[in-house]
């Protein structure tokens, strides 16, 4: 019976969705939910063990491959966008901008949780909270283009605030994932302590050579004439390659088609002819991968996470706006930086999510299941604010600067 | 070859002896796929150069590197993947559904129905008589009592009689073809499965009687079984009208539709003890003839078919148990060839009843080989009925459709190549 209740709630969400996104010629925080694809998580949970069970443990244990896929698709589109033809075109300012910010939110951020961390969970391991510290900074370091990508439509002008931003918001996931890679490296499920610089190293270099690897296969593959046929197989098979063998050594799928994606988006010459590929691909593979997100999580809340959740949502507004006038100053940016120009940075969109799911998955720990569940919460919370934060940043700061 | 030879030295170096401590060996079942979708569909690409169907490579990968050759999948691994496994054979049934015409059909449906009743009678009959005859030369035979050797000669009948409609819709995709063969071998098929279904019931319950002596006739099992036949016929139409509903209102994430509608699917069957082959051709045949929309349905998941083909067809060769194979080879054999003489004799005692040409009454049998999914089923529910005998003749059965699954598809092949049906079918 479940099963048929479920497929009732399938149609009534692809239906709301349809109409939504027909509709959704404004910057809503609603239009956003359904153009996100953050409903989906909705629709997952109560698919899940929280609600009507159809996609039990069992079912999602086989499943598994799917959330792998996914995962690795998110980073593997990452990747791509980063070909150094494409970074060229921008000031050096704008990396070093980009990497500062990076800086300043995990590292304030880590701090700031850690610091809270101790005194709310007293009975875990201190390396555990340092873990979970610097998951939650590095995840308030990650930003989604997808917000504006939908506000493109909309944006009445278009000017640097808006290239900007859209720069920035592209490239800082580049750090964030760094940091995961370093972090399931060295921190490694299930050894965390013992010879951690040697087998931190190794699996690092892995994690590195692996994705390189496949990624000259890959231009190797489609060097000469690729039908769209072979080229679905080989992106579907490689990315999940990839994020099988990240899954079989307990690291993050993300980093590693992070680096497929870069690799084989700097070597190949048919990016014209993989884009609408990808973006026929993606969307259904995002949607599957957030169902099944939200079928995984398992929320427990309690008013320690409700603590978490409201300190996510702080911080990343204050670490966002705070260092922008002095980010100015050190880097002697072109372009004034106003504080409220770091409210064009709240959504953290599906990389955020990717990016939490990575560390459960990776660390089997109560722990990572309340980290799962803060870091849900927190990126819902700011997804809903976050249309309002881009009008009232890059809308606005555009149009003073044509005034 | 390269590319062939470098995945696989990649698989090699991640599951070497030096990497084994970082690994996490309940996370495997991800790697054995992404690495089986890559060298798989490179195995196929290489066969197809030697003119063989795409799909008997995919079938070939998956068996040397499953549990019986280079364990690159795992038991576990197969196991693991049995949900992914259920998901794309649901797509495929959709498919073959929406392959099936009700205005080709009508032309052929006295050539269908001759050729599935011969070929099933004269099936039944001939494993009958190897039955019979077969316990003076046959060791295999030998400790079996005369009942018990009726029981299981009428039984391994039955599950010979059953053609994939899986692989026959692959072969078909892969070679685009259209035609008169086409739809009477892909028709011919699926009627097959649901007649199978319904006469395994009758042998089944006739076995446990003649061999069980606790045992009368189970009229209430044939009820069991015709019950969950014509469930599913009625989840099929119900699911066939929420295709055209979804499509005439909606027509947004089709993709997703399509997926939710395979997992929908697995789920009703496995629950309910439904099937989910049966479940999905009846929609894709409802939605194909009932609207106007089966076009879109069809080229929504046309358009993934090759993955999904890949990843069935090579989970199912690893999934082929080699050790039946080695212990029954040559009775195995045996079979498969019996097999193929009495599809032969069948095909061409239905097709010439009916007045069909030469060219159907001699080649038509060919592309009624391959055996899978349903025989294998039936086989399963044999092997837990009977304990006496249901390994061993879990073991044949296992053997003789290792074998069809790799033969079935080129016969099929060659025979649309032969009558001039490949490459017909428009994009």
Same mark, same amino acid.
């Given at each position: ?403 | ?88 054979? #649901? ?6 559904? +929406?392959?099936?015409? *009700?205005?080709?059909? !009508?032309?052929?449906? &006295?050539? =269908? @129905? ?117 469930? #599913? ?6 699911? +066939?009208?929420?295709? *055209?509903?979804?499509? !005439?209102?909606?027509? &947004?994430? =089709? @993709? ?172």
């Amino acid at each position: 019976m479940q099963a048929i209740y479920a497929f009732g709630l399938i149609i009534l969400i692809a239906f709301l969705g349809a109409r939504f996104i027909t509709r959704g010629t404004s910057l809503s925080s609603v239009n956003y939910f359904f153009y996100s694809g953050f409903i989906y998580i909705f629709l997952g949970l109560s698919l899940g063990r929280s609600g009507l069970e159809v996609l039990s443990p069992s079912v999602l244990k086989g499943l598994t491959p799917l959330i792998s896929l996914g995962l690795g698709w998110v980073g593997f589109l990452f990747g791509f966008q980063l070909e150094t033809k494409y970074l060229k075109r921008f000031p050096g300012k704008y990396i070093s901008l980009s990497f500062l910010q990076f800086l300043f939110v995990s590292l304030f951020g880590g701090l700031v949780f850690f610091l809270i961390l101790r005194p709310l969970y007293p009975s875990e391991q201190i390396f555990l909270l340092y873990g979970m510290a610097v998951a939650l900074g590095l995840l308030l370091s990650l930003n989604s283009p997808t917000l504006l990508s939908m506000a493109s439509n909309v944006i009445p002008k278009r000017g640097n605030y808006y290239y900007l931003s859209r720069f920035l918001v592209s490239v800082s996931g580049f750090w964030g994932i760094v940091g995961l890679a370093l972090l399931s490296s060295f921190w490694h499920f299930p050894f965390f302590e013992s010879k951690i610089f040697l087998r931190g190293g190794s699996l690092l270099i892995l994690s590195t050579v692996f994705p390189v690897l496949i990624g000259f296969l890959f231009h190797f593959l489609t060097k000469k004439r690729t039908s769209e046929e072979q080229m679905r197989v080989y992106l579907l098979g490689l990315v999940f390659f990839v994020s099988g063998a990240a899954f079989y050594f307990n690291l993050p799928p993300l980093y590693l088609n992070m680096v497929l994606g870069i690799t084989f988006s700097n070597l190949t010459k048919i990016h014209e002819k993989l884009y609408p590929l990808l973006l026929s691909t993606e969307k259904p593979l995002y949607i599957i991968f957030l169902i099944l997100i939200g079928a995984l999580w398992e929320v427990d809340l309690d008013y320690r996470v409700g603590i978490f959740v409201v300190l996510m949502v702080v911080l990343r507004v204050i670490t966002y706006i705070l260092p922008l006038p002095f980010f100015k100053v050190v880097l002697d940016f072109p372009l004034r930086l106003p504080a409220r120009f770091g409210l064009c940075f709240l959504s953290s969109g599906g990389i955020g999510v990717a990016f939490a799911v990575s560390m459960k998955l990776a660390y089997p720990l109560l722990l990572t299941d309340i980290f799962l569940t803060i870091a849900l919460f927190g990126i819902l919370i700011t997804e809903f604010i976050s249309p309002w934060g881009l009008k009232y940043s890059v809308f606005r700061l555009d149009s003073e600067e044509k005034k | 070859m390269i590319p062939l030879v470098f995945v696989f030295l990649l698989m090699l170096l991640l599951k070497s002896h030096s990497l084994l401590p970082f690994a996490n060996p309940d996370q495997s079942a991800s790697l054995a796929l992404g690495f089986i979708l890559v060298f798989a569909y490179l195995v196929g690409n290489n066969v197809k150069r030697l003119t063989l169907p795409q799909i008997t490579g995919f079938i070939l990968a998956g068996i040397v590197c499953g549990p019986f050759i280079l364990n690159f999948v795992s038991e576990s691994d197969v196991n693991d993947l049995q949900l992914l496994d259920g998901l794309a054979l #649901s797509l495929i049934a959709l498919t073959a559904g +929406g392959e099936m015409k *009700i205005k080709k059909l !009508r032309k052929q449906l &006295k050539t =269908i @129905t001759s050729i599935v009743f011969f070929q099933t009678f004269i099936v039944l009959i001939g494993f009958l008589f190897l039955g019979m005859i077969g316990r003076y030369f046959i060791p295999f035979f030998g400790g079996m009592s005369p009942l018990q050797l009726l029981a299981f000669s009428l039984l391994l009948g039955t599950l010979m009689t059953p053609t994939s409609p899986a692989t026959t819709i692959a072969v078909m995709t892969e070679t685009r073809s259209s035609g008169k063969f086409t739809d009477l071998i892909l028709g011919g098929a699926v009627v097959k499965d649901f007649f199978v279904i319904v006469i395994f019931s009758f042998t089944l319950s006739f076995s446990k009687s003649v061999t069980m002596p606790s045992h009368n006739f189970d009229f209430r099992f044939l009820l069991h079984i015709l019950g969950e036949v014509s469930g #599913s016929i009625l989840f099929g139409v119900l699911i +066939g009208i929420g295709i *055209i509903l979804y499509f !005439r209102l909606i027509k &947004k994430d =089709i @993709t997703i539709f399509i997926l939710g509608i395979a997992f929908f699917s697995y789920q009703i069957s496995h629950n309910y003890g439904y099937h989910p082959l049966l479940i999905c051709l009846i929609a894709g045949f409802f939605a194909e003839n009932f609207s106007s929309h089966g076009k879109l349905l069809i080229s929504a998941i046309e358009r993934s078919s090759v993955p999904i083909y890949v990843v069935f067809f090579a989970i199912s060769g690893a999934s082929l148990d080699l050790s039946a194979l080695q212990q029954t080879w040559l009775l195995a054999l045996g079979c498969v060839l019996l097999r193929g003489l009495l599809k032969f004799s069948g095909t061409f005692v239905g097709s010439r009843l009916t007045g069909e040409g030469k060219e159907v009454q001699r080649l038509g049998w060919a592309g009624f080989i391959s055996q899978a999914g349903v025989a294998l089923g039936m086989a399963i529910v044999i092997q837990d009925n009977f304990p006496d005998w249901g390994s061993e003749f879990m073991a044949l059965i296992l053997a003789v459709i290792a074998i069809n699954q790799i033969i079935g598809p080129v016969f099929l092949q060659r025979l649309l190549v032969r009558v001039k049906e490949t490459g017909k079918k428009t994009a």
